[in-house]
């Protein structure tokens, strides 16, 4: 299965037992590496097939977005014929991964322990949502995740509520860690022979991706707080107001700050001891801003951007989802590819020698169930 593939996972068969996000975003990424994954869906469909709108011609572009080269195959665990198609697939597998509730799949036999008896290679990966211990009774739901692990109490204006991000943002985390794992497990493999058992977990991948603020807990006791747009160890580090709008401007270290003040017509701003170093500055980020912004209100925000890229001063226009895809194509890093008609975004990794492939669409319901059933009752 899966030989006419390119890729640097060519041959690699993984059995996706996983839904929603993290799991997809992960075995997308492995099947655009070349991969041959088989996406095992409930009678009912990936639960994103139905979160819609949006729709491209009747389906979830949620789904599409993270369903590529892969292969549907309802199976439903709760007949005894489909468990044991179930079974064989993760028996003649490479990788299987599932984010079912901890324990949810013993009764079908396709726990990690009954798995790799009968298959003692197969790399096995779990994803849920606070691990299999203590937390094994909660769902996995990123906005869950984003609230209990902190970054809400992050994201929003410093005197207004707390917000969500915009995106899933841990299960996208999460998944790049599964993919980061399996491929960790397949490369043991190779030397050993043995597989592996690889867990993932929302809460961690959260903890994990929250970084400084994370380390400024961790290592000094600091507890963040909400700053809106602003950054707590770099300034200037946020949006600041032009004639027409806003625009992003950062100075990362105190050159970046000398070259900023130079184009803003402010050049003696660096030489004042309020602002002469980065900790200088942002203990009086206060007293820095106003002047920011009244030298940035003589121009538009293009009118800046122009100015402060060629100067070498990091800044961008805070751009629509649009705009963004549009900026991408417009730099040469072609974004957008079409798989059987259906557009997509390109996968973020390039290989030079064994690029990302681009052969099926994201399937429909089932679409591959006949060639496949025929091929496990071999």
């Given at each position: 299965?899966g030989?006419?593939?390119?890729?640097?996972?060519?041959g690699?068969?993984?059995?996706?037992?996983?839904?929603?996000?993290?799991?997809?975003?992960?075995?997308?990424?492995?099947?655009?590496?070349?991969?041959?994954?088989?996406?095992?869906?409930?009678?009912?469909?990936?639960?994103?097939?139905?979160?819609?709108?949006?729709?491209?011609?009747?389906?979830?572009?949620?789904?599409?977005?993270?369903?590529?080269?892969?292969?549907?195959?309802?199976?439903?665990?709760?007949?005894?014929?489909?468990?044991?198609?179930?079974?064989?697939?993760a028996?003649?597998?490479?990788?299987?991964?599932?984010n079912?509730?901890?324990?949810?799949?013993?009764r079908?036999?396709?726990?990690?322990?009954?798995?790799?008896?009968?298959?003692?290679?197969?790399?096995?990966?779990?994803?849920?949502?606070?691990?299999?211990?203590g937390?094994?009774?909660?769902?996995?739901?990123?906005?869950?995740?984003?609230?209990?692990?902190?970054?809400?109490?992050?994201?929003?204006?410093?005197?207004?509520?707390?917000?969500?991000?915009?995106?899933?943002?841990?299960?996208?985390?999460?998944?790049?860690?599964?993919?980061?794992?399996?491929?960790?497990?397949l490369?043991?493999?190779?030397?050993?022979?043995v597989?592996?058992?690889?867990e993932?977990?929302?809460?961690?991948?959260?903890?994990?991706?929250?970084?400084?603020?994370?380390?400024?807990?961790?290592?000094?006791?600091?507890?963040?707080?909400?700053?809106?747009?602003?950054?707590?160890?770099?300034?200037?580090?946020?949006?600041?107001?032009?004639?027409?709008?806003?625009?992003?401007?950062?100075?990362?270290?105190?050159?970046?700050?000398?070259?900023?003040?130079?184009?803003?017509?402010?050049?003696?701003?660096?030489?004042?001891?309020?602002?002469?170093?980065?900790?200088?500055?942002?203990?009086?980020?206060?007293?820095?801003r106003?002047?920011?912004?009244?030298?940035?209100?003589?121009?538009?925000?293009?009118?800046?951007?122009?100015?402060?890229?060629?100067?070498?001063?990091?800044?961008?226009?805070?751009?629509?989802?649009?705009?963004?895809?549009?900026?991408?194509?417009?730099?040469?890093?072609?974004?957008?590819?079409?798989?059987g008609?259906?557009?997509?975004?390109?996968?973020?990794?390039?290989?030079?020698?064994?690029p990302?492939?681009?052969?099926?669409?994201?399937?429909?319901?089932?679409?591959?169930?006949?060639?496949?059933?025929?091929?496990?009752?071999?």
């Amino acid at each position: 299965m899966g030989e006419g593939s390119s890729g640097p996972l060519r041959g690699v068969l993984v059995a996706d037992f996983s839904r929603i996000l993290a799991g997809p975003y992960a075995t997308m990424l492995l099947a655009d590496l070349g991969a041959d994954v088989v996406k095992v869906e409930a009678p009912g469909g990936d639960d994103t097939r139905t979160w819609q709108p949006p729709v491209r011609d009747g389906v979830s572009t949620y789904y599409l977005g993270v369903n590529r080269n892969k292969r549907s195959l309802v199976l439903d665990l709760a007949d005894p014929g489909d468990a044991v198609l179930a079974r064989r697939l993760a028996a003649r597998a490479d990788v299987m991964i599932q984010n079912f509730r901890p324990g949810a799949l013993r009764r079908f036999g396709l726990d990690h322990d009954t798995v790799t008896a009968a298959n003692p290679q197969l790399v096995y990966a779990s994803i849920s949502g606070f691990g299999a211990a203590g937390g094994a009774d909660l769902p996995g739901y990123d906005l869950m995740v984003q609230a209990a692990s902190g970054l809400m109490s992050l994201t929003g204006a410093a005197d207004g509520p707390p917000y969500k991000a915009g995106v899933a943002v841990f299960d996208v985390i999460a998944g790049l860690h599964a993919a980061v794992g399996i491929l960790a497990a397949l490369h043991h493999r190779a030397a050993t022979g043995v597989g592996q058992h690889v867990e993932v977990d929302l809460l961690s991948s959260a903890l994990s991706g929250l970084v400084n603020h994370a380390s400024a807990h961790v290592a000094a006791g600091v507890v963040p707080h909400r700053m809106g747009n602003a950054h707590p160890s770099i300034v200037p580090y946020e949006p600041l107001p032009t004639a027409d709008g806003e625009l992003v401007v950062i100075a990362g270290n105190d050159g970046q700050f000398r070259i900023l003040c130079q184009v803003l017509g402010l050049p003696g701003l660096p030489e004042d001891p309020r602002f002469r170093r980065n900790r200088d500055r942002t203990a009086h980020r206060d007293a820095l801003r106003p002047l920011l912004v009244a030298a940035l209100a003589g121009r538009t925000s293009a009118e800046w951007f122009r100015e402060l890229r060629a100067a070498g001063v990091p800044c961008s226009p805070i751009n629509t989802v649009a705009d963004g895809l549009a900026l991408a194509e417009g730099l040469g890093l072609d974004p957008v590819v079409t798989v059987g008609g259906v557009p997509g975004v390109r996968h973020p990794i390039g290989l030079s020698a064994t690029p990302p492939r681009y052969d099926l669409p994201p399937p429909g319901l089932d679409e591959h169930g006949a060639e496949l059933r025929a091929w496990l009752a071999e």
